[in-house]
């Protein structure tokens, strides 16, 4: 059962996506998503008899490579991480894989479509159950690839392949890093398995090596290393700017890929290999910060953006930077938690946009939108439903999960943890103003389209409708009903698949918090919304109405803080720069005049130099000619 879980989605991917234009769609349709299907009715199974079992099951399927010391099985594991990852990842797939037959029924690539859609969830199910690096990195190359393909689906579109090379290109850079991590685990434990780097990682806490007559602490280094590949994966600021862009794609692109799945993958690594990162304090320190500037960064850029899709975008590299911070606190229960109930909220919140763009004609500006309430009452509930959550309005999913990473950054009692629970309080302020102003300006605001657009719009079909039922009762009710198995004290869970050190234990003290403390992120969710409520319905706020320095913040954010901005100026300009004034004169001057270009000039030389000396006929000449450049040439590879 265990093997079909992670074949199954495979095999709907080839059967439908070969069959699917030989035969009709409706076939690849009922393949694909009925695969997806079972496998999650496999893997509530499996995560049953963990429950009652609670012990890792293992399964191989022989040896994939042994080259010297390096041996690596095509194994795989199944614990209490791994099935959570995989009930998260089935279920939502299934879900838009339902979705997907309405929202792409007119296009004539659905085939194709759906079969990477499932292609998807194979190699991200190949990632989670993993029970080595090479196994996982596999995965993780795999995901990106079909990310790739699934952002430039609509390959006639400039933007969208832009947007694909762009995501490529940047992911690219952290998988190099990724690799080169693995590469020096293998050099420093000569495996690769999980389970062996994972016990010897204590021995190692006081080991260094040296390059370049430079002192390096083995562990640092290695976290080092695998972390630059989790924040490019898992867009942290700095390695943020693909994601936005990513939206190019097909909404329920959009809602799998990048806001429940895969931008997550680097959110599991590091809470997988808690067994590293919790001997390397300085890295985690790092993540306090860096996940909190990204938590504040998202929620600050969404407030400003018009697009539907950019403003969820930058919603949840928001609330990845949540993630990040509560990893560096050790909390990673807390952000496996919020994982698991952002997945649902935030890919309800896609879809739900989704239905709106589909009853608009793919109309994505907020500003020609408005009054939607009334004609569109289902997709309404369920976006009202998933903001909610988002914004963590109290006893809702995103309300206890939240809380429970700030409220551990506050317990820490260090400088770095106060910084993030304060601006990711604040944050909290701007996530809620972006939230209700979305809410408002797609369904209270004056309608601003055209009349005869507004006439014909209709709720989405049925098949659209019946996905987002289950993902909205995931949002209201997850919350509550798993809290005790991830933060519930005395929960022992996940204690065989997270380590955390004893020292770094804070579940207690957070329990025990005063309520004025845990009440100030709830206080700053309805700040933004009463600062929504000032500028944007009492005084229309307009930017052009207030004083240069405003003005200069709107622009800061509108322009996401000027990062592509600072890429293109320093990086890309640079690079275009250097490869026109060195590599090319190189490549089309030194290379050319020592390559083909100088041998033509001097074998011609040469030639005419026996012509025009008329020793062409004599035999005697020529066999010492021959006999010389024979000699030269024996020289030549005797040499090289």
């Not at 030989?22 to 009922?30: E, V, W």
């Not at 995965?139 to 699934?150: A, K, Q, R």
């Not at 809602?255 to 799945?261: D, E, M, N, P």
Request: overall charge positive; charged content about 10%.
């Amino acid at each position: 059962m265990t093997t079909l879980i992670l074949f199954l989605p495979l095999i709907g991917s080839v059967i439908g996506g070969l069959f699917g234009f030989t035969l009709n769609r409706t076939f690849s349709k009922i393949i694909t998503t009925s695969s997806i299907l079972i496998t999650f009715l496999f893997t509530i199974y499996t995560m049953s008899y963990l429950i009652i079992k609670p012990n890792s099951i293992i399964i191989s399927f022989g040896n994939w490579m042994c080259i010297s010391d390096l041996s690596i099985d095509w194994c795989f594991i199944f614990n209490t991480l791994t099935c959570t990852m995989l009930l998260v990842i089935n279920s939502i797939s299934f879900c838009i894989h339902l979705y997907s037959c309405g929202y792409m029924s007119s296009d004539p690539q659905l085939v194709r479509f759906l079969s990477l859609l499932s292609l998807f969830t194979f190699y991200m199910n190949i990632l989670v159950c993993a029970d080595n690096f090479l196994v996982l990195f596999l995965g993780w190359e795999g995901v990106g690839l079909c990310s790739f393909l699934l952002i430039s689906f609509w390959y006639n579109r400039i933007l969208a392949v832009r947007a694909a090379i762009k995501a490529f290109i940047v992911n690219k850079i952290g998988d190099s890093f990724l690799i080169f991590g693995i590469a020096l685990i293998f050099k420093v434990y000569r495996s690769l398995d999980f389970a062996i780097i994972f016990s010897i990682t204590p021995l190692l806490g006081n080991k260094f090596f040296y390059i370049l007559d430079i002192k390096l602490n083995i562990i640092d280094t290695i976290c080092f290393f695998l972390f630059i590949g989790i924040i490019t994966k898992s867009a942290q600021l700095g390695m943020h700017t693909w994601l936005p862009d990513a939206m190019e794609g097909p909404t329920p692109v959009s809602a799998l890929i990048h806001a429940a799945t895969m931008v997550t993958a680097g959110i599991f690594l590091l809470i997988k290999c808690s067994f590293i990162f919790e001997y390397c304090p300085k890295l985690l320190c790092v993540s306090i910060i860096l996940g909190s500037l990204t938590a504040f960064f998202g929620a600050t850029v969404g407030v400003v953006q018009y697009d539907i899709k950019k403003i969820i975008a930058y919603s949840t590299c928001s609330q990845l930077g949540y993630m990040m911070f509560a990893c560096g606190c050790s909390n990673y229960q807390g952000a496996l938690y919020h994982l698991v109930t952002h997945a649902y909220f935030k890919s309800l919140l896609f879809l739900s946009a989704g239905a709106i763009i589909y009853s608009l004609s793919n109309e994505q500006d907020i500003r020609k939108m408005g009054s939607f309430s009334k004609i569109l009452p289902l997709t309404y509930s369920m976006f009202l439903i998933s903001s909610l959550a988002l914004i963590g309005f109290p006893f809702l999913s995103g309300f206890y999960s939240k809380d429970i990473i700030l409220e551990i950054a506050y317990v820490k009692y260090n400088l770095s943890s106060y910084f993030a629970y304060w601006l990711g309080s604040i944050s909290t302020m701007f996530t809620s103003f972006y939230s209700f102003r979305l809410l408002y300006f797609v369904f209270f605001d004056e309608y601003k389209g055209s009349p005869f657009m507004y006439n014909n719009i209709k709720e989405i079909p049925l098949i659209m409708s019946l996905p987002l039922i289950p993902l909205a009762l995931g949002s209201i009710f997850l919350g509550y009903l798993v809290s005790d198995i991830f933060i519930g004290l005395g929960s022992t869970f996940y204690d065989s698949s997270i380590y955390v050190l004893k020292n770094n234990q804070y579940i207690i003290e957070a329990k025990f918090l005063p309520y004025y403390i845990k009440l100030i992120p709830t206080m700053f969710t309805f700040l933004g919304f009463l600062l929504f409520i000032i500028t944007n319905i009492f005084f229309n706020f307009n930017i052009n109405l207030y004083n240069k320095y405003v003005r200069f913040i709107m622009n800061f954010l509108i322009n996401a803080w000027y990062f592509d901005t600072l890429y293109n100026n320093i990086f890309t300009k640079f690079l275009l720069s250097v490869n026109k004034n060195f590599f090319y004169f190189i490549e089309k001057g030194i290379v050319e005049w020592f390559g083909p270009f100088g041998l033509t000039k001097v074998f011609s030389y040469i030639s005419n130099y026996i012509i025009n000396h008329k020793m062409s006929t004599s035999l005697n000449l020529w066999f010492y000619y021959f006999l010389f450049y024979f000699i030269l040439l024996n020289i030549f590879f005797i040499i090289y």
